[in-house]
Each structure stands twice: as C-alpha cells, then as structure tokens.
C-alpha cells in the first residue's frame, strides 16, 4: 500500500468520524444535552468540511502517483 491510499485511508476515517460525532452531538443536545454539545458538533462539522477540502487539495497535487 503506498503513502497515497494509506493517507486517503485516514483522511477518510478520521472525515467519518468527525461526521458520527458531529451527528452524535446533536442528537445528544436535543435529548436534554447542553448547548456545549452543539459547539462539539459545529466544531466537527467544520472540521471534516476542512478535512475534505484537504483530501480534494492532496488529491489534485499526488494525481501522478500510483495507488499501489
């Protein structure tokens, strides 16, 4: 496995996990959580957002490089 696909690797799981918990923490503060579980949430949405602007940015620069 090359740098590549172990990097999209993960970027993705780390993109799906701030998505679960980014999705988990809304959930909490409308079951009678705080309003700190809504900035948890903001913050993961921003950062899997950030994260996937990354992965289209690394994925144009490595476009010459094998996924093998």
Not at 34 to 39: A, R, S
């Amino acid at each position: 496995m090359s740098l590549k696909a172990l990097h999209i690797v993960f970027i993705t799981s780390s993109i799906l996990l701030a998505l679960f918990f980014g999705g988990w923490s809304v959930n909490h503060y409308f079951h009678g959580g705080t309003p700190v579980d809504l900035l948890f949430a903001g913050g993961s949405f921003l950062s899997a957002f950030v994260m996937m602007a990354y992965t289209r940015v690394i994925l144009r620069k490595l476009k010459d490089i094998s996924y093998l």
